[in-house]
C-alpha cells in the first residue's frame, strides 16, 4: 500500500509498505544485478550506507545461478542476507540490450544466453515464475523497451504487445500468490509505461495502465538514447496520467540533476548504475560536483572525498591513500569509491524528503544543482 503525505507542486513524498518494511519515497535503489553491488559491497554495507531498497535483475539470476537455485536457498532476501525491500527487474531490458541474441514474438522472446550461448526462453508467465522463486518484494512486469530512435509504427504495436504481456502477467503472478510453495505470497507488481519519445502514445499507455490492478507504475524506455530535455519532456506529459496515489519509478535513471529534475516531475523511484560503475573507476560524486581521484593534483591530498561526508570512505581515508588504492589496482580503492558514490545517493535522497517534509524543495533543488555544477 502507497500513503501519500506530502506534495509539493508534482513532486511528492510517500511510503510504500510492503511485506518487507516501509520504503520512504522518495528513493533510490541500489543496483546489485547478480545478487551484490559490483565492487566488494555486502549486504551489512548496504544497511551502513542508508540503502532502503536492493534491485536485482531477473535475466541475470535465471542464467546464474538459476531461480530454481535460489528458491531453494530459501529466496533472495536469505540468499544475499538481506531483510530489507528487494526490487526485480523483469529481464525486459534485456530484450533492448541483447539486441543481437534475441528473437521477439508474441509468447514471448527467444534469448542466447551472454554466457554460454544456451537457447532461452522468456515470456510474461516465465518472468512472473522466475520472479516469485526470487521472492522479491516487487516484482516489475515483462515488458520490450522500444529504442527511441525506433519507428513510430514499430513503438505502437511493441507497447501494445506490452500491454497483453502485462495482463498474462498480472493473472500469472495471482495464481503465483495463491499457490502452495510460494515463499513470498504478497509480492508486488509494477507495470511499465513504454512508448520511445511520442507523448500520444505514452499519455494512452498510461490511461490504460492506470486502469489496471498493479502496486506501482514505472516510466520504462528512456535514458536509452534520447537528449536529458526529451526525457523530462516525456515525464511531464506522461507523469500525470498515472495514479499519484501509487508510486512511479523512472527505470534506469540517472545523475543526480536527472533525479531532482524527476522528483519535481512526479517521480518516487529511481534505479542506475552510475554511482557503483562511476566509483569503480575513481569517478566521485560531491556537493561541489564530481571529481576523478586519479588526477596527479590528488596525491598529496590529505582530505576526505568530501568535508563532512559520513561514509565508510571520508570517516578514515584521505583521498591520496584511496587514489593510491586504485593506481595500484586494489579492491580497497573500488570498494570505498563504491560505498562513497552509494552514500552520495542515499543521503541526497534523505535530504529532498527533507525538504519536501519541509516545503521547501524548490529551494533544495536549485541550491543543490548550484553546488554540484560548481568547479573543484
Not at 57 to 86: A, C, Q
Not at 188 to 193: E, Q
Not at 308 to 322: E, K, T
Request: glycine fraction near 8%; charge should be neutral.
Amino acid at each position: 500500500m502507497y500513503k501519500l503525505i506530502k506534495q509539493e507542486g508534482r513532486a511528492k513524498r510517500g511510503e510504500l509498505h510492503t511485506v518487507h518494511g516501509v520504503i520512504q519515497t522518495p528513493v533510490f535503489m541500489n543496483v546489485g544485478t547478480a545478487a551484490a553491488i559490483k565492487g566488494a559491497v555486502a549486504s551489512d554495507d548496504l544497511e551502513g550506507i542508508k540503502t532502503q531498497v536492493e534491485l536485482s535483475n531477473t535475466y541475470h539470476l535465471h542464467v546464474r545461478p538459476g531461480d530454481e537455485v535460489i528458491k531453494k536457498m530459501g529466496g533472495l532476501h536469505k540468499f544475499m542476507s538481506w531483510d530489507k525491500p528487494i526490487l526485480t527487474d523483469s529481464g525486459g531490458f534485456q530484450v533492448f540490450s541483447l539486441a543481437s541474441l534475441r528473437k521477439i514474438k508474441e509468447e514471448g522472446v527467444y534469448f542466447q544466453s551472454h554466457i554460454d550461448g544456451r537457447k532461452i526462453f522468456m515470456g510474461p508467465e516465465e518472468s512472473m515464475r522466475i520472479q516469485s522463486n526470487l521472492a522479491s518484494t516487487i516484482a516489475m512486469a515483462f515488458d520490450e523497451c522500444p529504442s527511441s530512435k525506433a519507428e513510430r509504427k514499430y513503438v505502437q504495436a511493441s507497447v501494445e504487445r506490452t500491454t497483453r504481456w502485462l495482463e498474462r502477467c498480472l493473472r500469472e503472478l495471482s495464481r503465483l500468490n495463491a499457490a502452495e510453495g510460494t515463499i513470498n505470497k504478497k509480492q508486488m507488481l509494477f507495470g511499465i509505461n513504454q512508448g520511445a519519445i511520442f507523448p500520444d502514445i505514452r499519455i494512452e499507455h498510461a490511461k490504460i495502465l492506470s486502469q489496471m490492478e498493479l502496486d506501482g507504475f514505472a516510466v520504462g524506455g528512456l535514458a536509452v538514447g534520447e537528449s536529458h530535455d526529451e526525457m523530462y519532456y516525456i515525464l511531464e506529459e506522461t507523469v500525470p496520467y498515472l495514479p499519484a496515489d501509487k508510486p512511479t519509478y523512472l527505470m534506469g535513471v540517472g545523475t543526480p540533476a536527472n533525479i531532482l529534475e524527476s522528483v519535481e516531475r512526479g517521480v518516487d523511484f529511481f534505479d542506475c548504475v552510475y554511482p557503483s560503475r562511476n566509483g569503480r573507476h575513481g569517478h566521485l560524486y560531491t556537493n561541489q560536483g564530481k571529481i576523478n581521484l586519479f588526477n596527479a593534483k590528488y596525491e598529496l591530498d590529505e582530505r576526505p572525498i568530501e568535508e563532512g561526508c559520513g561514509c565508510p570512505a571520508c570517516r578514515r581515508y584521505s583521498r591520496g591513500y584511496i587514489r593510491h588504492l586504485l593506481k595500484a589496482k586494489e579492491m580497497l580503492g573500488m570498494r570505498l569509491c563504491v560505498l562513497h558514490n552509494l552514500y552520495f545517493y542515499n543521503t541526497m535522497m534523505e535530504e529532498i524528503r527533507n525538504a519536501l517534509d519541509e516545503g521547501n524543495f524548490a529551494a533544495y533543488k536549485k541550491r543543490k544543482l548550484e553546488g554540484m555544477s560548481a568547479s573543484l
